[in-house]
């Protein structure tokens, strides 16, 4: 298996532009996490899916961002407008199974940069 | 609000030698808390989980204390090595919903 996938690695753009973030989960995974990594905060879970259903969403920081899960092999997590403070790694994250929070499955990340 | 700590400064230790990394929390009581690596430019890794009611789990040279009195978990790597270098998260279950990461310690084994 590939892992999960996410693209794009690197994403430089302006303030105020929309950025759209991809992830592809591991087939046969039914949980799939967005989380933010930054120097100051850490990981943070922003938002999980569960069979393709949205979850749990309060760490989502303001309505800018948003996620969708159209099927179970595509996510995407929206910045609309971007800011500054929006700058941070974006991690998705898929696990398999009832005991969805055991040994979840990081992709690579998405380094978001804001100027 | 629930807290983790982990040691915000590196942890340096020669190569062979017995690292040991720490994880308190506060204000929490997880039925289960898991280790993950991260190495630079990459997602973290699960490396162990291990349950309230399980005080020591083991993995080749990976041990993992668990310690609900004092709300702590300790990580061991034994017979260190350069490649064990990189930054070692905590994490915790919160009533079985969702995780909570710790910052991380970035472990370096030098030669």
């Known amino acids: 298996d590939a892992g999960v996938i996410q693209s794009p690695r690197h994403e430089v753009t302006e303030m105020g532009q929309e950025v759209t973030l991809r992830c592809k989960p591991i087939s046969g995974h039914d949980y799939l996490f967005w989380y933010r990594q930054t120097m100051m905060r850490g990981l943070e879970l922003l938002i999980y899916?569960?069979?393709?259903?949205?979850?749990?969403d309060s760490g989502m920081p303001e309505d800018r961002f948003s996620a969708k899960m159209p099927n179970a092999s595509f996510s995407t997590l929206k910045i609309q407008p971007s800011e500054p403070r929006d700058s941070a790694v974006y991690f998705c994250?898929?696990?398999?199974?009832?005991?969805?929070?055991?040994?979840?499955?990081f992709g690579p990340g998405t380094r978001l940069t804001v100027t | 609000s629930q807290k983790i700590e982990q040691n915000s400064e590196a942890l340096n230790i020669q190569e062979g030698k017995t690292a040991t990394l720490t994880c308190n929390y506060t204000?929490?009581?997880?039925?289960?808390l898991q280790w993950y690596r991260q190495d630079p430019g990459r997602g973290p890794v699960f490396l162990l989980l291990i349950r309230e009611n399980e005080k020591e789990k083991r993995k080749e040279r990976l041990k993992v204390t668990f310690d609900t009195t004092l709300k702590q978990s300790l990580f061991h790597i034994t017979a260190s090595q350069p490649a064990d270098s990189a930054t070692y998260l905590c994490a915790l279950d919160i009533q079985g919903d969702k995780l909570i990461f710790g910052t991380g310690t970035r472990l370096q084994v030098f030669p």
């Open positions: 204000n929490y009581s997880p039925a289960y």
């Open positions: 899916f569960n069979n393709n259903v949205p979850i749990d």
């Open positions: 994250a898929s696990s398999k199974g009832a005991y969805k929070l055991y040994e979840q499955y």
